[in-house]
Nanobody, 116 residues
Framework: QVQLVESGGGLVQAGGSLRLACAAA????????MGWYRQAPGKQRDLAAT???????NYADSVKGRFTISRDNAKNTVYLQMNRLKPEDTAVYYC??????????WGKGTLVTVSS
């Protein structure tokens, strides 16, 4: 069983920064993809950014140039540095771990609120 624990959400003014962290505990294969997805009120859950165990990254167009995803494989932890935050970034941010064989785990989410 795998557990994902997110931290780092909160309230920030537009233009500010936050750093999210997600620690994975349990039996985790070395080859995996970790990522952040977000769900704004009344909207579907969408990709923000992903990173493979080899370091390959993928970003939603809406966050490119402002968000940076990184990971520490030794700690099974993924980070999302969010800069120049906008009110439209307000959402619950979910961590996701994808393993071979399409096995997927989700965290419970952390709320990010950006005030204008």
């Amino acid at each position: 069983q795998v557990q994902l624990v997110e931290s780092g959400g909160g309230l920030v003014q537009a233009g500010g920064s936050l750093r999210l962290a997600c620690a994975a505990a349990g039996t985790i294969f070395s080859i995996n993809t970790m990522g952040w997805y977000r769900q704004a009120p009344g909207k579907q859950r969408d990709l923000a950014a992903t990173i493979t165990s080899g370091g390959g990254t993928n970003y939603a167009d809406s966050v490119k140039g402002r968000f940076t995803i990184s990971r520490d494989n030794a700690k099974n932890t993924v980070y999302l540095q969010m800069n120049r935050l906008k009110p439209e970034d307000t959402a619950v941010y979910y961590c996701r771990l994808s393993l071979p064989g399409m096995v997927t785990y989700w965290g419970k989410g952390t709320l990010v609120t950006v005030s204008s």
